[in-house]
């Protein structure tokens, strides 16, 4: 934030402080009556379905302002929650914004983070129709809600996975997490000396994934376009393992993934090599993807085998059976969330 | 949280605490397709519009948890909510709730927070169907969404009120803010000399109001019984001095209220006498009242006369008219968002 233009929010108060960052607001959707300005927003989402999803970001937990820009961090914030819409094969509509910022906050970077909302608004098509803003002691806060839409029954849940199922994602995994390594450790070259300039040349893929990661729009227009219904579906935020383990366990089944098939950049190899680690612990355990995991009936494969965009990683078994990974040795593997790392270790 | 068992989060993890604070929730609404569980919440509001408010609550800045007991705290939040989204003409149908706490808190602790959220769920027959929960390094954070539902076209918004429309509030004003001035000089007493008990008797109304505050569904439902159709509504969270401001500049409009109208408690009163504070202070200027502040053509007045929680308190005038109240003593002194002490002090 150094060389810009530093104002105190107390200059223009909350309503003022309201006023400028909602100032930019377009509204786009025919579903969104009311956005800003009343005691609630009113919308009309006639004949579908409406999907609610919220999450909370907290500085120094889920983001660190030494090397997030607050646009990128704005950007993100919705991208978290757009993605769980999608993975419900929904299409997000609105989004109500409440931050929370200590004094130490100028307004010139409030504008910067509404800038990354409302950026990623537009990109998505999403109006922002309310929220709240508040002081903080601390840190910044920022809590978003999503409100998508949906054709009644078109809805996909995390429970409804089928024995031979296959197993299906889309891009690349373990890139984003490869990035927030790679700004860690920039991190610490530059407190150990703040003369050395960070050399980020050659890892822009990595960096962008963790810095302004996108939410798979395109998967599910392709769902729709191609007539495919997923049999379960969930967005990966928190790892492959953790989340293959949650259809696995809300569908009661068991599952076999191949490790082979596991799509992973090269720039996330690259580095998981440099650091010593295997980069299929970074796709399994690392999060932060945004990609979308889900099942189809093995009839359906036709229909996405064409799209590079989506690697079929294995298939969905008996409730009785366990959920493996099949090493790229031929290994049978227990998966567990965040317990991968366990198996390099006896290895 | 005295004598409480106490248990700390890290024993159960994330997806414990979810599973626990989560148990309780029973669904009620037809219009709740899919609750807590899945990326999103999977809601049907068929033929009705839809409206969302949310509210960031940060401990130091918007509750004190030396003096607010957990489950008063809990239910409190939600009614905030509740509030707003009844301030639009629409009933509240269901809620996202998350939470960031900090390691200190026991999960007990939590437990009675959820208590008082499930308490209002209940009360008020809303579902819970989503949130998020994180950790955080300093004190609670609470952030809730409210998803309500209202006939298309009977929403009602804070800038539509006419000239000559009946000015009318709910309830009575100033004992939330009462509430909260004995608490803070109870704590002063507490801090001085722990000894002391505080003696709360005779102010167990502005105590509720403060620690319990409701929120007026029966207004509401009174409208739709009695077919009153307000012109303009908004909750007074703030005053209802700057509420009636907001409704006159989002309508622009001026207004003519009479101090002998708005109705106060006997124990904000008394409370206010006791501090040497005129009672009307606290309700013009107080807060957290969460009445709900409409204006209704003339030919309603019929209708609401005899409902005796309906005060009404003043006009709606001309644009170029002033923003009024006229006192008991029959001076006329323009209202101002928080600034009617500066009147006290020329007295």
Chains 1, 2 share one sequence.
């Not at 993975?87 to 906050?105: D, H, L, T």
Request: proline letters at 3%; glycine letters at 8%; aromatic letters at 6%.
């Amino acid at each position: 934030m150094s060389g810009i233009k530093k104002t105190e929010i107390s200059t223009i108060g909350e309503f003022g402080l309201i006023e400028r960052i909602t100032k930019d607001t377009v509204l786009k959707n025919k579903s969104t009556i009311k956005g800003i300005g009343d005691d609630a927003a009113v919308l009309s989402h006639p004949d579908k379905n409406i999907v609610v999803t919220t999450d909370l970001l907290i500085e120094g937990v889920h983001f660190n302002l030494m090397y997030v820009p607050l646009k990128h961090l704005g950007y993100k914030a919705v991208i978290v929650n757009l993605s769980d819409v999608y993975a419900m094969n929904a299409k997000p509509k609105q989004i109500v914004v409440s931050i929370a910022v200590s004094g130490r906050f100028p307004l010139e970077a409030i504008d910067e983070l509404y800038e990354g909302i409302h950026l990623a608004c537009e990109k998505y098509d999403v109006d922002l129709v309310g929220g709240d803003t508040t002081s903080s002691f601390t840190g910044l806060i920022i809590s978003i809600t999503a409100i998508g839409e949906v054709e009644k029954g078109k809805q996909v849940y995390r429970n409804t996975a089928n024995e031979n199922d296959l197993i299906c994602v889309s891009g690349d995994l373990g890139a984003a997490y490869a990035g927030l390594q790679l700004l860690e450790r920039e991190k610490e070259v530059f407190k150990s000396n703040p003369e050395i300039n960070p050399d980020l040349t050659g890892y822009e893929y990595i960096l962008e994934r963790q810095l302004k990661p996108e939410a798979r729009r395109d998967i599910v227009e392709f769902f729709e376009k191609s007539g495919i219904h997923p049999s379960s579906m969930i967005d990966v935020s928190d790892g492959l393992s953790s989340e293959i383990l949650h259809i696995c366990k809300q569908s009661n089944k068991g599952c076999i993934l191949y490790e082979e098939h596991i799509s992973i950049d090269e720039q996330t190899k690259k580095f998981a090599t440099e650091i010593n680690i295997d980069p299929s612990v970074f796709a399994l355990n690392g999060g932060e993807d945004y990609e979308l995991l889900f099942t189809i009936a093995q009839p359906d494969y036709e229909k996405i085998k064409s799209n590079p965009e989506i690697s079929v990683i294995g298939h969905i078994t008996k409730p009785e059976e366990k959920k493996l990974l099949v090493t790229r040795d031929g290994n049978f593997v227990e998966l567990k969330a965040l317990g991968w790392n366990a198996h390099l270790e006896n290895k």
